[in-house]
């Protein structure tokens, strides 16, 4: 496969890389580093890529288990990952500022829940595949799928529910 | 679409019950400007998953094999240079060049020189009596 035949390939999944990784990671610089590490991965087996029944699957897959290792590099060294993305870039009117807030609580609430419920959500909310492709890409039944789809939209509803009642999360 | 349908699909949607293309309609609805105001707080969510699914990767993918084929090169130079160094020594002359025509001549050459190395040797050893004082001190304290 030429390189930019590879590039062609991976362009209408690249985003949807590094969006998962950016969930899972947080950091900006984390998440786009994943993205470039699962891609060249791919790229040097690329004579393997035949092979694959899906190739955008199993670059998903590849970046949860990249993600979920970095996850863990983390942990044991002790280290937080350090990330400043919750900040409005654009200069902007008040209400708009305050709109952007609200939806980052959305993020933040996000982000707090466990990664298996962070990963569906985002996969299925954002990314919109169906449950069966998720349950390819995480290597889980799709029971498993629904089950934890439906605990982290709900503990997502209760936490905006405490936010709207009390503008504290 | 009706309210009524609205908060049903909702129910379903947090039961994780929905079609992709049902959640694509509560996407579309509660993306709208005005929402009622008990389903206000909803209204972040869906907001929320539509403008995160805009979000883009920035850098550009580089596939730099460039680097792994450096490497290779490094190697690939390293061999020749060994190689070469093998076939230059080896043919380099390594034969002693003859100066003198006579074979006694040539010896009593040798001779001079090698009076002249142990003179010098016997010169310099004179130097080192003097080591023996520090012997001597020594035996002195230590007995």
Known sequence: MKERA????????????????????VSNEEAEDATQEVLLKLWKNKGKMAGYKNVEAF??????????????????ANLKIVHSNYKDERPSLQRQVEAKD?????????????????????????????????????????????VALSRGRKKIREELLKKHNYGIV | MELSNIEKLLEKYFEG??????????KVYFTRETVPSHLERYKDLFQYFSEESTI????????????KF?????????????????????TAPSKSVDTFEDPEIALQETKKILNMVSQYMNEGKQELVYLKEFENTKNKFIK
Request: charged fraction near 30%; hydrophobic fraction near 45%; proline fraction near 1%.
């Open chain 1, 6 to 25: 590879f590039i062609t390939l991976t362009n209408g999944f690249k985003d949807k890389l590094f969006r998962l990784a950016k969930r899972l990671l």
């Open chain 1, 59 to 76: 670059a998903m897959t590849m970046t949860k288990n990249y993600c979920f290792d970095k996850l863990k590099a983390k942990e044991t």
């Open chain 1, 102 to 146: 609200s939806l980052d609580w959305v993020g933040k609430i996000l982000n707090d829940l466990p990664e298996q419920q962070r990963m569906i959500i985002q996969l299925r909310d954002i990314e919109q595949y169906d449950n069966a492709e998720i349950a390819e890409m995480l290597k889980i039944n799709e029971t498993a799928v629904r």
């Open chain 2, 17 to 26: 019950e929905t079609t992709i293309s049902e959640e694509k309609e509560l």
């Open chain 2, 56 to 67: 883009k990767a920035t850098k550009d993918l580089k596939l730099n094999t460039s680097r």
């Open chain 2, 70 to 90: 450096t490497y290779a090169w490094i190697g690939v130079a390293a061999s020749v240079a060994l190689i070469a160094g093998i076939f230059l020594t080896r």
